[in-house]
DNA sequence: TGACGTAGCTACCAGCGTTAGCTACCGTGG
DNA sequence: CCACGGTAGCTAACGCTGGTAGCTACGTCA
């Protein structure tokens, strides 16, 4: 298993910004604004651009958060060593971190991914437990895929009502457990 | 085969306007405002609320517009009969039409699904191939969600750069094929 | 003391969706 | 023939968005 990679330096205030931004993103229909993340703060929005460049910059930070956090709760999975093989363990560890920060992953997870901006290696470590359950580039990315596309549709409300998730997980898991 | 379910009736302006709207969005990096809409059609802004209430009830129509085609191209694959087994030729047939309107794709994909706004049996209907090549509900989501997810990540360019694609959908493909 | 960097402020800009209120046209009934 | 109502356009404006310019107060260091 590879080492995480380090987390990009940040000033004092700095990361009380992302803090908050993290706070106005995690509360329930909190659309992330300029005016609200400085409000949260207790200063003008204006001044968040003293300590970042743009809007967009603050999420990049929250996103290198949520892409540590996911890796570290895949990398746990497997490492632990609990029960099921290991797909099943992986998918049920992607469900949980996902769904439980709907907000977060859906900023990490849409639109084009910052690759630059982020510290060089996160991306292929937070993705690294895929390669380790299947064996296979082209599999661990079929089954990325099957993971994203399950939280993304379950997370936007978008399975039929009364469908039974568990068991659609389960499918997704058994067809990916050979 | 259940029979395509019958698009909402529309007025010609409305028609013209939905249109419009369709060419903004098919339009490279043409992202869908009222301002624009409207001037594509040599009028302003406001006099479009004369046909549609808000700006969301005209992306509904081009939602509309997509599952039908998008379901068009499903049945299709299945009913087809070409050579390969139904799940490769579904998951071809999904790739295609979606990475061949990736705009659209995203506009009928993102957020929440405006389920009681579209006609009643489209959903079913659009669904319906995934039932049909799978022989399960669970599996049908869960094969659909595979779809969606390599779609979402390939349209946004989220797979790192130099992934053979190709193989990666055949994969998912494989690990469907019963 | 003077210079410089830090971190706040107010005032402002263009663009967004949307509303209010007005006007011109057009078909129909008395 | 003329008034009425519906249709479809217009301008002006509101509150929100991300972002910029330019000012000010403060702390540090030569």
Known sequence: MTAAPSPIRRSTRE???VAAARRIVEEEGGALTMRRLAAELGIQAPSLYKHFRTKHAVEVALIEQGLLELGAALHGALSGRGRGGMVPRLLTA??????GNPALYRLATSGPFPRAELPPGLEDWAGEPFLLATGDPCRAQALFSLAHGL???EID???PPGSDLRRTWDAGAAAFAS
Chains 1, 2 share one sequence.
């Open 157 to 159: 409300d978008r399975f």
């Open 151 to 153: 939280v993304v549709l």
């Open 15 to 17: 990361a009380q910004i």
């Open 94 to 99: 992607y469900r949980t971190a996902a769904v």
